[in-house]
């Protein structure tokens, strides 16, 4: 048998990941197009936690307290966090309940900005490869982005984003977060929600 992993160990791309761990949470079950129920667990070792999709039955069979060795499983990023996967060939099994050193600190699983940026580097690669075909497509200036910790990405302080900056006036008022934005206040923050006033005047 292969030696084991810990949860501190596991990194995106990881293959063939043995590891022995407890369940701390079970996520609530989330069908895809195909029907195939899939849940998120929340697992830990001694080393740290990590979320975990498991797919179909084997899903429901699983418990918060259950003890389970994972054999031949993998890693990889989904929407910017770090997951672990049973995959084709991998194999959980339960050895026991409850009784187990853990520690739910560090959450290897939280959004991290290096798998973000790995991903929209990726992402952005092949936008450029097809940008050539597409005249209407514009390019991306990553040096006019900053991110912060949560891997959101704002426009970096000076860049404006309004394509509108000289020229001929749209007919349009600018709103509140537009004004600011090019009076040098910083990067605005919009929910998307139309600004305007609704009270009768």
């Known amino acids: 048998m292969s030696t084991e992993t810990h949860v501190k160990d596991i990194k995106p791309g990881l293959k063939n990941v043995n590891v022995l761990f407890i369940v701390l949470e079970t996520g609530r079950v989330t069908k895809t197009k195909d029907g195939h129920e899939v849940r998120t667990c929340r ?20 418990q918060t307290g259950d003890i389970i060795r994972l054999t031949k499983g993998y890693a990889a990023v989904f929407k910017g966090c770090l997951t672990l996967y049973t995959g084709r060939g991998g194999e959980l099994q339960k050895i026991g309940e409850f009784c187990m050193v853990y520690s739910e600190v560090p959450n290897f699983s939280e959004p991290n900005p290096e798998y973000v940026s790995q991903t929209n580097q990726t992402v952005l690669s092949d936008q450029s490869g097809s940008s050539n ?38 007919g349009r008022r600018a709103t509140n977060h537009q004004t600011a934005a090019a009076s040098g206040a910083g990067p605005a923050v919009s929910n998307g929600k139309e600004t305007r006033r609704t009270a009768k005047r």
Request: no cysteine.
């Open 133 to 170: 075909q597409n005249n209407g497509s514009a390019s991306v200036n990553p040096a006019a982005e900053t991110s912060n910790e949560n891997g959101v990405t704002a426009p970096a302080p000076g860049s404006s984003t309004n394509p509108q900056q000289g020229g001929r006036n749209s």
């Open 43 to 62: 697992v830990a070792d001694k080393t740290g936690s990590i979320s975990m999709s498991v797919w179909d039955e084997v899903g429901a069979l699983i």
